[in-house]
C-alpha cells in the first residue's frame, strides 16, 4: 500500500512509539501517545503549507483499554 492512497476512514497502525514533541495539551515532551503497533483510524488528511505535495495524516489511536483517544 502506498501512503498517498490512504483516506479519512481507513484503519492504520503505528509503525513504532509515536512520542510526544512537546506540542500535544496536557503532556509532556518525551511522553509515549501511542505505542508501537496501536491501531488507529484516520480522521483528516492534509499538508504541510511549505510542501503541499507532502501529506500529512491526523490519527485517532486506540488506548490500551480499546478506546480512541486524542487526534495526532
Not at 509515549?32 to 503497533?37: F, P, Q, R, S
Not at 488506548?63 to 480512541?68: E, S
Amino acid at each position: 500500500m502506498n501512503v498517498e492512497d490512504l483516506e479519512v476512514g481507513d484503519v492504520v497502525y503505528a509503525a513504532h512509539d509515536i512520542v510526544d514533541d512537546g506540542s500535544m495539551p496536557g503532556n509532556h515532551l518525551g511522553d509515549i501517545l501511542a505505542e508501537a503497533g496501536a491501531r488507529g483510524v484516520i480522521v483528516m488528511r492534509g499538508y504541510i503549507e511549505e510542501e503541499p505535495g507532502k501529506n500529512v495524516f491526523l490519527v485517532r489511536f486506540e488506548d490500551k483499554q480499546l478506546n480512541l483517544v486524542l487526534a495526532f
